[in-house]
């Protein structure tokens, strides 16, 4: 290895250690002070602060997200790679997904980045992307991308906390959709027959959707609940609601599923009289495209670092807005160890081994990996323009399908 890049290395590494404390209390602040999507105000005022010290010129409240940011940092010519921190936390159980790891993850693999500008030059960019976990108006990668806050970005690099360190996988694709049935108030014994009632129509959208699920692939999920459904057993609903998450490998058949999910929910308004209106409450999510030339890259690096890389897919598929970004540019989304093996995500025991030493030598290590793997992107174009290329053969693949 020439000493030129053995000394950049070295010192992204030596720019993590010698700040480590600064990152641990970082992610532990924001572990304290969880926030649910779009209301992260602690957590993005946080992160900036420690993105504005470093020299990064930061724009606040973009792409309809008063929490969301981008913060960058130009030296010169040269490609830009992106790091993308989220920090939304879940409702009711905290940071049991580890986002206080993941967003400080970034800003601090940016940080140490960025510091080594004036030697190779390029951009260095971080984006805060708010509500990964969803929810009214969720979802904001989708928002980034869809008002160009990706155009110009070679590559987009995140880590996530696991039970295992593994590289990127697949992730389904997501419809988030409100079906809102109107019918007409009524006293349910006295005079039912005056009601129409929006609690049946959202049963039978129910009673459908599982009809559907015989005749769907594998890997579809139609999971819902019922936010509304009316005031009283004793008075007809005349409004009620079912929340849904429709999900599959692929957008092309995230949409066909969700075509039919809506006329179902049109013919339960059909059978009962009452009126049905379809809302996505918040960004579609697009499958990730996993890219094996940053998956290499990302395997020899935290390989390097004393990380146990699981080839292979993780058990269960899940989805992330990450999904978005990676059709448009190069990305990966892998995993890093924070506890047990049998550490499951959305839980209590996830919430504190995001703020436990193992979850803390993660942060450390996940900082260092990604700021090594910008590097050799930022300063070997074989690599970037082979990602690139990946990315748009399975584009065209996934058209044909």
Not at 99 to 125: C, F, K, M, P, Y
Not at 291 to 313: A, D, H, R, S
């Given at each position: 290895m020439p000493t030129a890049i053995k000394e950049i290395q070295e010192a992204i590494q030596a720019h993590l250690i010698q700040h480590r404390l600064t990152y641990i209390k970082t992610s532990h602040a924001i572990h304290e002070n969880p926030e649910v999507g779009n209301e992260e105000v602690f957590a993005s005022l946080t992160l900036t602060t420690l993105l504005r010290e470093a020299g990064f010129t930061i724009k606040e409240g973009i792409a309809g997200h008063p929490t969301g940011f981008v913060a960058e940092k130009r030296v010169g010519e040269g490609p830009t790679i992106a790091f993308l921190a989220e920090y939304d936390a879940l409702p009711g159980l905290g940071h049991a997904c580890g986002h206080n790891i993941i967003g400080t993850t970034s800003v601090a693999a940016g940080i140490a980045?960025?510091?080594?500008?004036?030697?190779?030059g390029g951009r260095v960019v971080v984006l805060g992307t708010p509500a990964e976990e969803g929810g009214t108006n969720g979802s904001a990668k989708g928002s980034f991308v869809r008002e160009g806050y990706l155009e110009g970005i070679d590559a987009a690099l995140i880590i996530h906390p696991a039970n295992e360190t593994r590289p990127s996988g697949a992730s389904l694709a997501v419809d988030p959709v409100d079906y809102i049935f109107r019918g007409v108030s009524a006293h349910a014994s006295g005079s039912p027959e005056k009601g129409v009632n929006a609690l049946d129509a959202v049963i039978q959208l129910f009673n459908g959707i599982n009809a559907l699920r015989q005749h769907v692939t594998d890997d579809v999920r139609?999971?819902?609940?019922?936010?509304?459904?009316?005031?009283?057993?004793?008075?007809?609903?005349d409004y009620a609601r079912a929340r849904f998450y429709i999900r599959a490998d692929s957008r092309p058949k995230a949409n066909d599923v969700r075509a039919k999910v809506d006329a179902i929910a049109q013919g339960a308004a059909l059978a009962t009289g009452a009126e049905v209106e379809i809302a996505e409450f918040q960004n579609k999510v697009d499958n990730l495209i996993p890219n094996n030339t940053l998956n290499e890259v990302f395997t020899e690096t935290f390989t390097c670092l004393g990380e146990t890389v699981i080839p292979g897919e993780r058990d269960?598929?899940?989805?992330?807005?990450?999904?978005?970004?990676?059709?448009?540019?190069?990305?990966?989304?892998?995993?890093?160890?924070?506890?047990?093996?049998?550490?499951?995500?959305?839980?209590?025991?996830?919430?504190?081994?995001?703020?436990?030493?193992k979850g803390d030598e993660a942060l450390l290590t996940g900082a260092k990996g990604l700021a090594l793997i910008g590097y050799q992107l930022l300063t070997n174009p074989v690599i970037l323009e082979k990602?690139?290329?990946?990315?748009?053969?399975?584009?065209?693949?996934?058209e044909t399908r």
């Amino acid at each position: 290895m020439p000493t030129a890049i053995k000394e950049i290395q070295e010192a992204i590494q030596a720019h993590l250690i010698q700040h480590r404390l600064t990152y641990i209390k970082t992610s532990h602040a924001i572990h304290e002070n969880p926030e649910v999507g779009n209301e992260e105000v602690f957590a993005s005022l946080t992160l900036t602060t420690l993105l504005r010290e470093a020299g990064f010129t930061i724009k606040e409240g973009i792409a309809g997200h008063p929490t969301g940011f981008v913060a960058e940092k130009r030296v010169g010519e040269g490609p830009t790679i992106a790091f993308l921190a989220e920090y939304d936390a879940l409702p009711g159980l905290g940071h049991a997904c580890g986002h206080n790891i993941i967003g400080t993850t970034s800003v601090a693999a940016g940080i140490a980045l960025a510091e080594q500008l004036e030697e190779i030059g390029g951009r260095v960019v971080v984006l805060g992307t708010p509500a990964e976990e969803g929810g009214t108006n969720g979802s904001a990668k989708g928002s980034f991308v869809r008002e160009g806050y990706l155009e110009g970005i070679d590559a987009a690099l995140i880590i996530h906390p696991a039970n295992e360190t593994r590289p990127s996988g697949a992730s389904l694709a997501v419809d988030p959709v409100d079906y809102i049935f109107r019918g007409v108030s009524a006293h349910a014994s006295g005079s039912p027959e005056k009601g129409v009632n929006a609690l049946d129509a959202v049963i039978q959208l129910f009673n459908g959707i599982n009809a559907l699920r015989q005749h769907v692939t594998d890997d579809v999920r139609i999971h819902g609940i019922i936010p509304d459904g009316g005031d009283a057993p004793n008075i007809v609903p005349d409004y009620a609601r079912a929340r849904f998450y429709i999900r599959a490998d692929s957008r092309p058949k995230a949409n066909d599923v969700r075509a039919k999910v809506d006329a179902i929910a049109q013919g339960a308004a059909l059978a009962t009289g009452a009126e049905v209106e379809i809302a996505e409450f918040q960004n579609k999510v697009d499958n990730l495209i996993p890219n094996n030339t940053l998956n290499e890259v990302f395997t020899e690096t935290f390989t390097c670092l004393g990380e146990t890389v699981i080839p292979g897919e993780r058990d269960g598929l899940g989805s992330t807005d990450t999904g978005n970004i990676s059709q448009v540019v190069p990305t990966i989304h892998p995993y890093i160890k924070i506890g047990s093996s049998d550490l499951i995500a959305h839980t209590v025991p996830f919430r504190e081994a995001a703020a436990s030493q193992k979850g803390d030598e993660a942060l450390l290590t996940g900082a260092k990996g990604l700021a090594l793997i910008g590097y050799q992107l930022l300063t070997n174009p074989v690599i970037l323009e082979k990602a690139k290329d990946e990315l748009e053969v399975r584009k065209r693949v996934a058209e044909t399908r």
